[in-house]
Antibody, heavy 123, light 107 residues
Framework: QVQLVQSGAEVKRPGASVKVSCKAS????????ISWVRQAPGQGLEWMGW????????KYVQKFQGRVTMTTDTSTATAYMELRSLRSDDTAVYYC????????????????WGQGTLVTVSS | SYELTQPPSVSVSPGQTASITCSGD??????ASWYQQKPGQSPVLVIY???KRPSGIPERFSGSNSGNTATLTISGTQAMDEADYYC??????????FGTGTKVTVL
């Protein structure tokens, strides 16, 4: 079955960087993009950006431009999200999710999702 | 930037119908998807392309989208449907946007 398995929880100091991995299985990795979505404690879902599984092209939300890098390793079917200059308000669960396209190209959604990685930023 | 607004909470009695709205400018010109998230779990896609149900999603979940509002309807609501629900849309400029989320309580 299609599955995304993420790396484990991280605790970081303010100003540090974190790199979260997302290993895909059960489908052709290069045929789909991967998005990263975060959820602060008690808050809603926030889309951060997208990376192509085919060629590594990326699109980031402007809010994260300059602080985030999303990459892929097709040899291991793994996507990565690195966030730098961490602040306390970056404390959140970070999810990877496979981008799905419906029967029309303007219908796009996420399925499935990884199990989430808790990143805690604290001094 | 594009925004999607949902009511913070909806309450429903078991067996009754719950309707969750998602409002955005000309949302009906885009396609809406809906996700269910239970406490401590990852979101699960329950409706995509306005009205379609992924394999394994019960028939009691349905969706519609017109004008400025998309709606997720849960017919014959069960206790297991108690969760947070998020709408989501995509367009070529904003890319992905999530709604503010709605907590559904089954009383």
């Amino acid at each position: 079955q299609v599955q995304l398995v993420q790396s484990g929880a991280e605790v970081k100091r303010p100003g540090a960087s974190v790199k979260v991995s997302c290993k895909a299985s059960g489908y052709t990795f290069t045929s789909y993009g991967i998005s990263w979505v975060r959820q602060a404690p008690g808050q809603g879902l926030e889309w951060m950006g997208w990376v192509s599984g085919y060629n590594g092209n990326t699109k980031y939300v402007q809010k994260f431009q300059g602080r985030v890098t999303m990459t892929t390793d097709t040899s291991t079917a793994t996507a990565y999200m690195e966030l730098r200059s961490l602040r306390s308000d970056d404390t959140a669960v970070y999810y990877c999710a496979r981008e799905q396209v419906g029967t029309v190209t303007t219908s796009r959604m996420f399925d499935p999702w990884g199990q989430g990685t808790l990143v805690t930023v604290s001094s | 930037s594009y925004e999607l607004t949902q009511p913070p909470s909806v309450s429903v009695s078991p067996g009754q119908t719950a309707s969750i709205t998602c409002s955005g400018d000309k949302l009906g010109d885009k396609y809406a998807s809906w996700y269910q998230q239970k406490p401590g779990q990852s979101p699960v896609l329950v409706i995509y392309q306005d009205t379609k149900r992924p394999s394994g999603i019960p028939e009691r979940f349905s969706g519609s989208n017109s004008g400025n509002t998309a709606t997720l309807t849960i017919s014959g609501t069960q206790a297991m449907d108690e969760a947070d629900y998020y709408c989501q849309a995509w367009d070529s400029s904003s890319l992905y946007v999530f709604g503010t989320g709605t907590k559904v309580t089954v009383l």
